[in-house]
C-alpha cells in the first residue's frame, strides 16, 4: 500500500511538469489548431538554459537556503523570458507565413523547427547527457521535518515542483478568465475572423498565446533540472510527446484538461516504470494517446468551446 | 484546354483505366512497359530537346552503378568535384525512393500525414528476417532457397518474401488505420507516429518472453532477437547470384528494379478511379463524401497500398544487409521520407524519387565528404573546433532548415504537380471574400483544378464505369 501510494507521489509530481508543458501545447492548438511540435524543444533548450545559468552561478545545495531560493526565482525569471522570446520567434518566422495554408503545412513546418531546435541543443552541449548535482535536497520532508514514522517520502525537491507549479497554473487561469487579454484570446480561440472585426489584434493575440506557452516551458525546463538533475539534446522529443499526450488525455484546448491529463499521464509513467517494465512505458503512453484519439478524441473533459483559449 | 469529347483524350483514358484484380494489376504492368516507344515517340513529338534529355539522363542513372564502380572509381578523386555514391549508397537511395513512392501515395495522393511511415519499413524487415534466417532455430524449412535442406530456421527464397512483406505492411496498414482513418488530418498525424514508436519497441522488447494461454506455452523466449535484432538473413539469389552487401552491382540492379515496378505501381494508382476518389478527399472530403465515394474506405486502401511499399523496402533492406535491428527504425527517418517528397513535389511520384535520391545522397554521401574535408582543413591550419566538427550529424539541423523553407517559400516542391500547386495556393474561401487579389488567385487556381477535373471526367467516360459502383480494388487489400 505503502509503495502504491509513493508511486503515486512520484507520479504526480512529474505529472505536474508534464502539465506546465502540456498548457504550452493545448494554448497553441486551442487557438491556431496547430500541434506544435518544436514545443517540446522550447522546453529541452529551456532545461540547458537554467542547468548553464546554476552552473554559472556556482549554486550548490549547501548554501543558505535564502540564496538557493533567490537563485532559483532569478534563473527561472531569466529562463522565461528566453524562451517566452523564443517561441514567439518561432510563430513569427515558422507558422504566421502559413496561417492561410491548407493546415498540414505549418504541421510540417513545426515538425521542421523542432529538428532545428534538437539540433541547436545537440550544438550547444553535445551529444551527451548533461547533468547537475542536487540543488533542492533530496531530503525526506515528512519524516526529518514534520517527525512522522512513516516509509513514505515527500522530498523537498517534490515541494518545489509544486511551489513553482501550482502558482503559475493560478496565475494562468487567472490571466485566461479575468483579463482583458485573456478574454481576447478566448474570443480569438472561438473564431479568429469575427474577432479581427471586433476589433482584436488576431496576429497580437497568437504572439502573447505563444509567449505564455514558451513562458511554460522554460519554467517546466527549470523545473525538470532541478527535479531530475539532467538534460540532454533529445529530451524535448519523448517529454514533449507525453505532454502532449496529457493536452489530448484532458482535452486539448482545455487548461484545466491539460493540467489532469498531465497528473494522470505522471501517474501511468510512474505505476509503468514501478510494476511493469521501464522499458515499456513509451509503447503504453503511446497506447493511452491512441486509444484516447480513436475513442474519445474529446479528451476526459471534453473541449469546452466557450472556455478553451 | 481541349473539350472532353477530343477523341486523342479519351483514347489516353481509355488506355490509362485500370483492370481490377491481381491479373489486371499484371496486365497494367505489362502494358504501361509495352505502351513506353509508343509514349517515347509522342512525347519526342511534342518536345523533342526535353525528351532526348530525359532520356539520356535515364540512360545515364541506368549505367552509373557500372560506370560508378568500374569505370570513374579510380579517377573520381581527380575528375569529380563531388564524390561518387558507392554500390551500399545506391541500394539505400533505392530503398529510399521506393518508400517516397508509397509515403507519396498516402501524402501526396489521398492528403492523409503519416508520421509513422517508418513502422512498415520495420515490418517488412522483420517480414524478411522472420522467413529468411536461422532465428527459428527449433525448425527447419526450406523453400527454393540455396540454403541446405535440414539447416535450422525458416529460409524462403526472398522472391516470395517481397511480396509477401508487402502484403504484411498493407495488412498493418488496414488494421491502424481502420479504427484511425476517421480521425482529422494532424490527430491522424499524431495516432501514426504513435504506431511508428510502437513497433520498433515491439520488435526490440519481445526477449525473454514467459506467456502461457491454452496450448500456447512461452518460457523465456526469444521473438524478436531483441536490442540485437536478427541475423544472418539470407541474401537475395537468383540462379546462382547473391544479391547481398558484397554483391557488387547486382544488388543495386535489384533495387532499381523494384523502384522501376514501383514507379508504375503509384503511377498506374494515380490515374485510377482510386486515384481520382483520393484527389477529390484530399481537395474536398465532405464534397467526395456527399458525390458517393466511401471515404473510410478509400482513405484505408491509400493508407494500405502506401504501407506496402515501405513493406517492400523494408524486406529488400534486411536481405541486402543481412541483418535487422530495432534501432534502425527511428521518427527520424519517417521524417526523413516525409521530408523527401515534400523537397521532391508532394503528389508527384518523379519528385519523390528525385527527392530520395538527392537527400540520401546529401545524408549518405556529400555529408561525411564534407566532414572529411573539414577534419583536412582543420588539422591543416591546426584548429581542433574544424577538425574536430562533424556535418554528418548534424544533418537534421539542415533537413529542418529545408523543412520549414520549403513549407514558406514553395510547399509545393522542385518538381511540382500542378494540381497540388493549385491547392497549395489556394485560399480558402472564407478568407478569399472581399479581396479582389485573392480572389484573382483563387480564380486561376480553380481554373487549374477546372482543367484537371476535365481531364479526369474524359477518363472516366473512357472507363465507362458506372458512377455508383464501388471502387476497384486494385490488389484485394480491401476490407
Excluded: C
Excluded at chain 1, 517529454?239 to 502532449?244: E, H, I, P, R, T
Excluded at chain 2, 535520391?357 to 556529400?366: E, F, I, Q, R
Excluded at chain 2, 513549407?407 to 479582389?436: K, V, Y
Aim: charged content about 10%; hydrophobic content about 55%.
Amino acid at each position: 500500500m505503502e509503495q502504491l501510494i509513493q508511486t503515486a507521489i512520484i507520479g504526480l509530481s512529474n505529472g505536474l511538469i508534464y502539465a506546465l508543458v502540456a498548457l504550452g501545447y493545448t494554448l497553441v492548438y486551442g487557438i491556431i489548431e496547430l500541434i506544435n511540435f518544436a514545443h517540446g524543444s522550447v522546453f529541452m533548450l529551456g532545461s540547458m538554459l537554467a542547468l548553464t545559468l546554476f552552473l554559472a552561478l556556482g549554486i550548490h545545495g549547501s548554501m543558505p537556503v535564502g540564496v538557493i531560493l533567490l537563485a532559483i526565482l532569478l534563473v527561472l525569471l531569466v529562463t522565461m523570458t528566453v524562451t517566452a522570446t523564443l517561441n514567439v520567434a518561432i510563430e513569427r518566422v515558422a507558422y504566421r507565413p502559413l496561417r492561410h495554408a491548407p493546415k498540414l503545412a505549418p504541421l510540417i513546418s513545426a515538425i521542421g523547427m523542432d529538428f532545428v531546435l534538437q539540433n541547436v541543443g545537440l550544438l550547444w552541449k553535445g551529444p551527451a547527457n548533461q547533468s547537475i548535482e542536487n540543488i533542492v535536497p533530496p531530503t525526506n520532508v515528512l519524516t526529518t521535518v514534520l517527525g512522522l514514522q512513516t516509509g513514505l517520502e515527500i522530498s523537498y525537491k517534490q515541494l518545489m515542483v509544486a511551489a513553482v507549479t501550482i502558482p503559475l497554473l493560478v496565475a494562468l487561469t487567472w490571466f485566461v478568465t479575468r483579463t482583458r487579454q485573456g478574454k481576447a484570446m478566448r474570443a480569438t480561440a472561438q473564431d479568429p475572423d469575427t474577432s479581427g472585426l471586433m476589433g482584436i489584434n488576431v496576429n497580437r493575440t497568437i504572439a502573447i498565446t505563444f509567449l505564455i506557452g514558451g513562458a511554460l516551458a522554460g519554467a517546466a525546463g527549470t523545473v525538470q533540472i532541478l527535479f531530475n538533475n539532467t538534460t540532454v539534446w533529445n529530451l524535448g522529443f519523448r517529454f514533449g510527446l507525453n505532454a502532449f499526450t496529457s493536452a489530448v488525455l484532458g482535452g486539448i484546448g482545455n487548461l484545466p484538461g491539460a493540467v489532469l491529463g498531465g497528473l494522470i499521464l505522471g501517474m501511468i509513467n510512474a505505476y509503468s516504470d514501478r510494476y511493469l517494465a521501464a522499458q515499456w512505458t513509451n509503447a503504453i503512453v503511446f497506447a493511452v494517446l491512441i486509444g484516447i484519439l480513436v475513442f474519445r478524441p474529446t479528451g476526459l473533459l471534453g473541449q469546452q468551446l466557450a472556455e478553451r483559449a | 484546354m481541349s473539350g472532353i469529347d477530343d477523341p486523342r483524350i479519351i483514347e489516353a483514358a481509355r488506355r490509362e483505366a485500370p483492370r481490377s484484380g491481381v491479373l489486371g494489376w499484371l496486365a497494367n504492368i505489362l502494358d504501361a512497359i509495352t505502351g513506353i516507344p509508343g509514349k517515347w515517340r509522342e512525347s519526342f513529338r511534342r518536345g523533342p530537346v526535353r525528351t532526348v534529355a530525359l532520356t539520356v539522363l535515364l540512360g545515364l542513372g541506368v549505367a552509373y552503378p557500372i560506370l560508378a564502380l568500374y569505370v570513374l572509381a579510380p579517377f573520381s578523386r581527380n575528375v569529380f568535384p563531388l564524390p561518387l555514391a558507392g554500390d551500399t549508397d545506391l541500394v539505400f537511395m533505392l530503398i529510399f525512393a521506393t518508400m517516397a513512392i508509397g509515403l507519396n501515395v498516402v501524402i501526396g495522393f489521398a492528403g492523409l500525414l503519416d508520421l509513422g511511415y517508418v513502422a512498415f519499413y520495420a515490418l517488412g524487415a522483420y517480414t524478411a528476417a522472420f522467413l529468411a534466417s536461422p532465428h527459428w532455430s527449433g525448425l527447419s524449412f526450406v523453400l527454393l532457397s540455396d540454403v541446405p535442406p535440414g539447416f535450422p530456421g525458416i529460409h524462403i527464397a526472398f522472391w516470395f518474401i517481397l511480396p509477401l512483406a508487402a502484403i504484411v505492411a498493407a495488412f498493418w496498414g488496414a488494421l491502424l488505420g481502420a479504427p484511425t482513418l476517421r480521425l482529422r488530418g494532424d490527430y491522424l498525424a499524431i495516432v501514426t507516429l504513435g504506431f511508428g514508436e510502437i513497433v520498433p519497441v515491439i520488435f526490440k522488447n519481445l526477449v525473454g518472453v514467459n506467456f502461457e494461454l491454452g496450448p500456447i506455452k512461452l518460457v523465456d523466449a526469444n521473438l524478436t532477437g531483441g536490442p540485437l535484432g536478427i541475423n544472418p538473413i539470407d541474401p537475395p539469389n537468383l540462379f546462382g547470384i547473391k544479391f547481398g552487401a558484397v554483391g557488387g552491382v547486382a544488388p543495386v540492379y535489384l533495387a532499381m528494379v523494384i523502384v522501376f515496378v514501383s514507379l508504375l505501381i503509384a503511377r498506374n494508382l494515380e490515374h485510377s478511379r482510386m486515384g481520382r476518389a483520393w484527389a477529390a478527399i484530399r481537395e474536398d472530403e465532405t464534397a467526395a463524401e456527399m458525390m458517393g465515394v466511401n471515404t473510410v474506405r478509400t482513405k484505408l486502401l491509400a493508407f494500405a497500398l502506401g504501407a506496402s511499399f515501405a513493406g517492400l523496402a523494408g524486406s529488400l533492406q534486411a536481405s541486402y544487409q543481412g541483418a535487422t535491428t530495432s534501432d534502425f527504425f527511428q521518427f527520424s527517418t519517417s521524417i526523413l521520407v516525409v521530408i523527401m517528397i515534400i523537397l521532391g513535389g508532394i503528389g508527384n511520384i518523379y519528385g519523390a524519387l528525385v527527392g530520395a535520391l538527392a537527400l540520401v545522397y546529401v545524408d549518405k554521401v556529400l555529408l561525411a565528404w564534407i566532414g572529411q574535408r573539414m577534419q583536412g582543413f582543420g588539422r591543416s591550419i591546426d584548429n581542433d573546433a574544424i577538425a574536430h566538427l562533424n556535418p554528418a550529424s548534424f544533418n537534421f539541423l539542415i533537413f529542418g532548415i529545408v523543412l520549414v523553407a520549403m513549407m514558406r517559400f514553395r510547399p509545393e516542391g522542385l518538381i511540382p504537380n500542378r494540381q497540388r500547386t493549385a491547392e497549395l495556393h489556394e485560399a480558402p474561401p472564407d478568407q478569399a471574400i472581399g479581396s479582389a487579389a485573392v480572389l484573382g488567385e483563387a480564380a486561376i487556381a480553380s481554373e487549374a483544378q477546372a482543367e484537371a477535373i476535365a481531364e479526369e471526367v474524359a477518363s472516366e467516360q473512357g472507363s465507362a464505369s458506372q458512377p455508383d459502383a464501388p471502387p476497384r480494388d486494385p490488389d484485394g487489400a480491401g476490407p
